[in-house]
Each structure stands twice: as structure tokens, then as C-alpha cells.
């Protein structure tokens, strides 16, 4: 047993702190899954941003989930003390015996120090410097070569307290809820697709330079509609953004197949829905790539400037497609930071057709 392990026993009230994208909090669900299993008697709180919410709301986990809003920085003084005063009140209210702190987000050591609770872990962040680190009673290494993924890294948090989460327990999860599965049926239905009837694709990302070109999109779905040995539809689906929207217009414009186009016009949720009734989810890296490994959905995954080490598809059946280019992953955005990224644009369409074929034929176990 880890000689200053946390005495779990006696813990009843716990902060899981995720401030950071939708796929990063999505990713962070299993801390929340080993810890209920591990502490059953632990009420166990999130915080998170806002706008993240849908990643863990629902979570059977979860005790309460508080956020942030990505706002707040934007309003007036007034407003902003006004809302952060009540947060830290929400928060205060809650008298937590453990705070496992998940990023390097300077709010978490703050908050170590001022809701009055015994145990304290965060990753051990050698830039923060000694106020960082007095902030908790625990660090937790990061890994030295930086290939660890961030499941298995957010996991980390746990292990250092003494709990070794067993590999069931790594699981990603979301709880799409009845009403994003209601209206995903009856979408579905409205194009005439059941669960399994079509390969969802999600072409698109925040980040321009993870994304493949249109072109090259627009002939994968070609060829997979062509493709005599497996018989199904397309479904393409984007987030609201205009450059998203843009990039899925111009691949809608190059294909010669129909394509249920959903884009922008789902919830986080009701993607998630969606995603788990495909026979097949295409994606770069994403928060919808994340979502299949949620959802226990085959992926392919097509990665370029980010490493597949660290944030490619978890415990499904997966393959990832990357081009042979000796610089990769670069983690730059674009090369030459010019949003293009060279190890994307030239990756082949026959070389995602043939990993799509293979998962396409491959028989996997039924999902519930």
C-alpha cells in the first residue's frame, strides 16, 4: 500500500476539478467512475466550464456538477465578482475532504487552499513554483516522454492517492439522456435509418489544422458508397460554427452520394445518441472521436499534428490513419503555423477507405 495513500474510508464529500475543453472533461469521466467504485460512500462534485457541461452531466457518478461560465471574464466587474462569489459559496457549502485537480489551471490551487479540505492532488507542474505546489498535499508525476494518454494521465490522480483503478474501471462513459435518444430515433427515422444503418462522419474540429481536406472527404464517402460489400448511408454532422459549416458545405458540394446532413443541428447529447447508433464513426481528432469511445462506437480516427498516443481512440475498436511523415506529431498548429498541416492534407483517400473496409466487415460485439 502507497505509505501516504488517502484513508478513503473516512471521506465523504469530493471535488473533481476538469477545466478544459469537451473531450479533455469527457476524458476525465472515468476519475469519476473509480473513484464511486473505490469510495462507494464518497459524494463526488465536478466543476467544469460551462459550455462542457453535457460531457458529465448525468453521470451516475455524480453527486453535483458545477461550472464556470466562459463569460464571466467578458462581463463587468460587478457581474463577474457577483458570480464567482456565489460559486465559491456553492462550493464552500459543500465541505470537501478531497480536491483532485486535473489540468494546470492556476483556479484549482486556489481552490485547494480556500474550501478547507485535507487531501489535495494535481499533476506536479514544474513551472508553477512553490506556491503551486504547497496548494496540495499530493503531485502526481507526469509521464518524462509525454506519450501517456490522457485517460490513463488523469488516472494518475487516483494512483497517487492509492487507489489503481482496474481496466473496467477506465471505461469512458456518457449518459446521452432520454430526450437527445428520443430525438435522434425520430431523426433517424424521419431519413428512414435505424441503429447500424449508416457510417457516421465528422469531417471537422475547432482546430482548422486537424482537419482533412474536403476534397479527399468527399471521395472517401464516394467510395464507400461504392463499396458493394457494405450496404448503408452516410451521415455527416458538424457543430455550429461557420467555418464548420463552411468546410461541410464545400464536401456536400464535391460529393456525387446523398448524405443525411445533420450539421449543426444536433446538441452535444443528441451527437452522442447519434454516435452510438452508427455501425461506424469517421472522425480527425475531436471531441466527436472521444464520443465513439464513449459510446462504444468502432472509430477510424485520422491524426496529423497531434500525437494518437495521448488522445486517440479509447477501448474500442478502432483504427488510426496517419501519413509517414517523420516530423508527426508536431503538436504546431499547421505547418509553419500556417493552419495547414502537411501530414493531413497528403494522407490518401485509399488509405481511409481501407481502414474504414476493415472495421466496416469486421464483426464486433453487439452494443446495448
Keep these: 500500500m502507497l505509505k501516504d495513500a488517502v484513508p478513503l474510508a473516512g471521506l465523504a464529500r469530493a471535488l473533481v476539478i476538469k477545466l478544459r475543453h469537451h473531450g479533455d472533461v469527457l476524458l476525465a469521466s472515468p476519475v469519476l467512475s473509480a473513484l464511486k467504485v473505490h469510495a462507494p460512500q464518497l459524494e463526488i462534485d465536478a466543476l467544469v466550464y460551462d459550455d462542457t457541461a453535457a460531457m458529465l452531466s448525468g453521470h451516475p457518478a455524480l453527486a453535483q456538477l458545477h461550472t464556470i461560465g466562459r463569460k464571466w471574464r467578458h462581463a463587468g466587474a ?13 462550493l464552500r457549502a459543500r465541505r470537501y475532504d478531497l480536491i483532485v485537480h486535473l489540468s494546470e489551471q492556476p483556479r484549482g490551487a486556489w481552490l ?30 507526469l509521464p518524462r516522454n509525454g506519450r501517456r494518454h490522457q ?7 487516483l494512483r ?18 432520454e430526450e437527445a435518444e428520443r430525438s435522434v430515433a425520430a431523426t433517424l427515422a424521419a431519413h428512414g435509418l435505424a441503429q447500424g444503418e449508416f457510417v457516421h462522419l465528422h469531417p471537422a474540429s475547432r482546430w482548422k489544422f486537424k482537419c482533412w481536406p474536403a476534397q479527399s472527404t468527399a471521395a472517401l464517402i464516394d467510395r464507400l458508397a461504392a463499396d458493394g460489400r457494405w450496404r448503408g448511408r452516410i451521415v455527416l454532422t458538424a457543430a455550429p460554427d461557420p467555418e464548420e459549416l463552411a468546410l461541410v458545405a464545400e464536401i456536400v458540394a464535391h460529393a456525387r452520394t446523398p448524405i443525411v446532413n445533420l450539421a449543426g443541428r ?3 447529447k443528441e451527437l452522442a445518441a447519434l454516435i452510438a447508433r452508427a455501425r461506424l464513426s469517421i472522425c480527425v481528432d475531436s471531441m466527436p472521436m472521444h ?12 491524426f496529423g499534428p497531434s500525437g494518437e498516443h495521448e488522445w486517440g481512440p479509447w477501448m474500442v475498436p478502432h483504427a488510426v490513419v496517419t501519413s509517414g511523415h517523420a516530423c508527426r506529431p508536431c ?22 477507405h481501407a481502414a474504414a473496409e476493415r472495421l466496416l466487415l469486421t464483426p464486433h460485439p453487439v452494443r446495448g
Design 78 to 90: 460587478a457581474q463577474r465578482l457577483a458570480a464567482e462569489w456565489r460559486l465559491f459559496a456553492a
Design 112 to 141: 485547494a487552499r480556500h474550501l478547507g479540505a485535507r487531501w489535495s492532488v494535481a499533476p506536479a507542474v514544474a513551472d508553477r513554483g512553490r506556491f503551486w505546489k504547497r496548494s496540495f498535499s499530493h503531485l502526481y508525476a
Design 151 to 157: 485517460v490513463e494521465l488523469n488516472l494518475d490522480a
Design 160 to 177: 497517487r492517492i492509492g487507489i489503481q483503478p482496474a481496466a473496467e474501471e477506465r471505461r469512458v462513459g456518457i449518459n446521452a439522456g
Design 266 to 268: 444536433l446538441t452535444l
Design 291 to 302: 464520443l465513439a469511445s464513449a459510446t462504444g462506437t468502432p472509430v477510424v480516427a485520422l
Design 331 to 352: 503538436g504546431n498548429d499547421g505547418c509553419g503555423g500556417g493552419k495547414l498541416s502537411e501530414c493531413l492534407t497528403t494522407l490518401g483517400v485509399e488509405q481511409v
